[in-house]
């Protein structure tokens, strides 16, 4: 399991083509704004920049993409993400 950057997928599948499995965390824009702003340690500049990035890659795809939506509770991603692994 490795956490990286949504940028770094076409390279990762281009060296690792038959054992990559990757999972695109996403989560409503609208909570993720809500989120960052209630944290309070990024200024609404950084914000902007956070919600563009994540605008930047929602057309990301990958034969064995799983997405997990991370706009609902804690306990449901988890779940969908330990279900992807066990598969």
Known sequence: ??????????????????????????????????????????????IEERLAGARAFEGLTHPRLIVLDNSGALEQATSVLVEALKA
């Open 1 to 46: 399991v490795l956490n990286g950057s949504r940028a770094y997928l076409p390279e990762a599948a281009r060296r690792y083509p038959d054992a990559l499995h990757p999972v695109l965390v996403r989560v409503d824009p609208r909570i993720l704004r809500a989120r960052l702003e209630a944290r309070g340690r990024e200024s609404p500049e950084a």
